[in-house]
């Protein structure tokens, strides 16, 4: 690649990173937080968002980390298919524990559903995985927090239409990030979508049926 489109190349790999599938549930929940009309604890904010911080994004790190050092994960970039499955493995378990704590705090209830979702996609990508098939993480991040924050706008009345389109745009220059440094193909990056979009309709239909 030419030196003109290195800063471009960079700004790609920075964008790729901050919103990085690992950070995507957080930031999904802290925006339901700032657009819900329901009364929350303060404590019982900070609660979750640190829970999730430490949960969800710094143990997860952390264990990779040791992977990667004892030599069982050959690239940063997860790009091995049996990588990314036992990495899919790894975090269904740490989804299910998150889903597990918030089933005990009624105040979170309108999170059921995401988490679940979050579940359902995680495991979906693994069996993909698992037969040599990528899904795009971050697509499927981005699919699965804008269909959760649609669903929940629809049901509770609540107008968030600004929010969504944004969420659009900065989805979309993601997904062009991550097309840009070839870090998927536009089929991997559908695919991740629809994972996404379809586990968290999937989970709210569970969810409202059962929960």
Same mark, same amino acid.
């Given at each position: 690649?030419?030196?003109q489109f290195k800063p471009v190349r960079s700004i790609a790999r920075?964008?790729?990173?901050?919103?990085h599938p690992l950070f995507l549930p957080l930031y999904t929940v802290w925006i339901y937080f700032y657009l819900s009309p329901r009364y929350f604890l303060p404590q019982n904010i #900070?609660?979750?968002i640190y829970y999730l911080v430490i949960v969800s994004v710094?143990?997860?790190?952390?264990f990779f980390?040791?992977?990667y050092s004892a030599g069982l994960f050959t690239s940063l970039q997860t790009k091995n298919p049996k990588e990314r499955f036992f990495l899919s493995v790894i975090m269904t378990v740490v989804y299910i524990i998150i889903f597990n704590k918030i089933l005990h705090y009624k105040q979170y209830i309108e999170l059921y559903p995401f988490f679940l979702g979050i579940i359902l996609a995680v495991s979906t990508t693994g069996i993909y995985n698992f037969f040599n098939k #990528?899904?795009?993480l971050h697509a499927m991040a981005i699919?699965?927090?804008w269909t959760f924050l649609a669903i929940w706008s629809y049901y509770t009345h609540i107008d968030i239409l600004i929010f969504l389109s944004l969420f659009i745009l900065l989805g979309s220059i993601v997904i062009a990030s991550r097309l840009y440094i070839n870090a998927h193909d536009k089929s991997e990056i559908l695919r991740?979508?629809?994972?996404g979009i379809l586990m968290q309709i999937t989970a709210f239909l569970i969810a409202y049926r059962y929960l």
């Open positions: 690649m030419s030196l920075f964008v790729s990173t901050v919103f #900070k609660f979750l710094l143990i997860p790190l952390l980390g040791a992977m #990528k899904p795009s699919g699965g927090g991740g979508l629809s994972i």
